[in-house]
């Protein structure tokens, strides 16, 4: 139970359960759609602006990008270094050092796509991947979940870049990996998400 103050007022508990009661609230019924408007179909994304009703009863005008998920994979070699890619990033400008990612392709379940895209863009296959966590980078905008591995014991395998794609691979120590977050160099949100969760998940294991 929560506390308010030294001693808990009585006075206390009825605005903690005020709000509490309000919050709920605000969650209760259903999300309607009202209208839904397709700006834009391209290959990998949908924009489209949509009248809804929150759950709440909030009206609102969303602007909504459709994406069908996508994964983010930790490759690690059996020395200990990892795996990071380059590649330029026309988005933002300029290249960028990340983790292996990739879209979902149709049918294919997140553990599939995460030993695709890492022979893709790596050259090495998995002999173990381990689900960590799954995340929405942008919610405010973007229906895109990302799921995030942990590839080890990895093997050469053939590369298979896609034809839009020029990407570099660097193997990096954890001391180059730390040196590199520590001197804000990674700038991508999923790398600094998956680099930093399974620096705190090696650190609780000690």
């Known amino acids: ?15 903690l359960f005020a709000l509490r009661d309000a919050y709920n609230g605000c969650m209760a019924g259903k999300l309607r759609v009202l209208e839904r408007k397709l700006i834009y179909k391209g ?7 949509d009248r809804i009703v929150e759950p709440g009863g909030l009206k609102a005008t969303r602007e909504v990008i459709r994406h069908p998920g996508s994964v983010v ?11 990071l890619v380059r590649q330029f990033r026309y988005a933002v400008g300029k290249a ?5 990612a990739g879209g979902l392709e149709p049918n294919e379940t997140p553990l599939e796509a995460a030993g695709r895209e890492l022979i893709e863009e790596t050259g090495y296959r998995a002999g173990s991947l381990r689900p960590l966590v799954s995340f929405y980078p942008s919610p405010g905008v973007l229906g895109e979940r990302m799921h995030l591995f942990e590839a080890t014991h990895l093997v050469r395998a053939a590369r298979n870049l896609d034809e839009d794609e020029r990407i570099q691979v660097r193997r990096f120590s954890p001391a180059q990996v730390t040196t590199m977050l520590e001197s804000r160099k990674l700038e991508d949100g999923k790398t ?14 000690r």
């Open 96 to 100: 960028m050092w990340e983790l292996v």
């Open 192 to 205: 600094l998400l998956g680099l930093l969760w399974v620096r705190r998940e090696k650190g609780t294991r």
């Open 1 to 15: 139970m929560l506390r308010a103050g030294g001693g808990g007022s009585p006075g206390a508990f009825v605005v």
């Open 73 to 83: 994979v930790i490759p690690y070699l059996p020395d200990g270094r990892l795996l």
């Open 43 to 49: 290959r990998l994304v949908e924009l489209s602006v």
